[in-house]
């Protein structure tokens, strides 16, 4: 292998330079726009040089080519594969990528992720930090640009650089102390990296923010301001005399060694092997349909917060174990290393975990949605159902936080069969996909051969007769089914729609239904009323004078119990949605 590790003097003052004009591109452009962050450029200015111009191997003319190395810019801003600038989510993303790189891949390709000193305040910086050096992350390179201010004053360690230096140690990494404006010094740290094996490597940069800038440089109340512009021209002219050539740098061509990969059109190879009556919990359909998921297709992976006992994806980690990471109880970090998983096609990514869990993930999941990933959440466990283990594991907030996302698509099956039918779909689907599962048993409804489709909701129930329109999901549909069955005996006849998807909602198939049943609808959701089912039902009714929706919803924080007794006490049960037909039809 070259001696890159001192490159020669020639090639130290070409990358000094271009570290000096990337300073003047980012004064010029931020002052043009009269916005954007030159202080925190010129902090990392020799970082950038050195990485893009003597360390990472790429081809600059294809940068989403899967041989290329990774940089992730965690510091801000959009980059090419995830999208940052909340802070403190890139390194996780880096994890995932390096992940694939080195389990899914095998590849030689390295990831780079720059971070800034102010977003290691981040908790989520730390789980990733566990996170790789756990899984012996060697291909994965974490640069703290350790500049000494964050945006409205100083970090809270200063330049302590040991402090940060002593902290990656201890969370197991190869870590590096250099001075981050010396270009020999990050060539020979980012060189010594690559020859670590089994450990992740930190590099904590000393540098300046404002690096090169008169009066701005390591001052604060600079963050994210442009330089003056009657200061722009003699602050460049400083600059560029220190520029010596004006040679360029090519970069090294990636090592072209990751396998093909098709992450498209996976096809169920089997219809559901369940029959109408058995008694299944979608939770459990659900890890079934992950492991036969993984049968058709060899980039489908899971990542689990130590949950897979409880969610059944440890069926998936038992007949695909090299496929299954887990996360541990760290779902920011989890959600983040799905991202980077995912990124440039590599892998089908499902998370998977309680949906109350992924409540806290909640930034990750919206940051998920601006880089347009195609990552799929499983959350079981939802609503007051979830019985005797109490409110703390309740999701009842679920679907208002996925609704609420851009091009997510929002399932909730109410079996067996329709939760294998989702979990396929969800592979297919472009965009984030979150399939709503719950803990107790619900009987099989549908037969293996029936249709399927995203926004295509089911009439389960119907006559000529049907007064009310009763619209549930999960184990509220069944619910609805038995409140059915006991009207039925009193001679009262009710429809039941199983809307299967929350998101898109079959508005038009909702609003026929609702007029052939007088315009009474009645929602029944195991979840708050805000952001749920019936809000999502109001919406699509809104243009409607005619329907009018009455919403059974939980409206108060729920209490440990036996999952029967819970929907009884918070209003969802039978018995609640019988009353509440026999009210809509007196009045
Ligand atoms: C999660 C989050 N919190 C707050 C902000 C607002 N913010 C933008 S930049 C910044 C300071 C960043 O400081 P540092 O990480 O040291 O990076 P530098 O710009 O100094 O390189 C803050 C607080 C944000 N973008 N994301």
Redesign the pocket.
Known sequence: MADDSKPDGSTVQVLQDVANRLRIHSIRATCASSSG?P??CC??AEIMAVLFFHTMKYKRTDPEHPDNDRFILS??LSFVDVAT?????GLGAACGMAYTGKYFDKASYRVFCL??????S?GSVWEALAFASHYSLDNLVAVF????????GV?PLEHCTDVYQNRCEAFGWNTYLVDGHDVGALCQAFWRAAQVKSKPTAIVAKTF?GRGIPIIENAEDW??KPVPKERVDAIIKLIESQIQTNRNLTPKPPVEDSPPVNVRNVKMTCLPDYVAGDRVATRKACGLALAKLGHANERVIVLAGDTKISTFSEIFSEEHPERFIECFIAEQNMVSVALGCATRGRTIAFVSTFAAFLTRAF?QIRMGAISQTNINFIGSHCGVSTGEDGPSQMALEDLAMFRSIPNCTVFYPSDAISTEYAVYLAANTKGMCFIRTSQPETTVIYTPQENFEIGQAKVIRQSVNDKVTVIGAGVTLHEALAAADSLSQQGISIRVIDPFTIKPLDAANIISNAKATGGQVITVEDHYREGGIGEAVCTAVSREPDILVHQLAVSEVPQCGKPSELLDKFGISARHIIAAVKNTLMN
């Open positions: 962050h202080t925190s902090s990392a510091k801000r600038g909340s802070l403190g989510q971070l800034g000193d102010g977003e290691s981040e640009d350790v500049n000494r201010l964050g945006q409205s970090t923010k963050h994210g930034d």
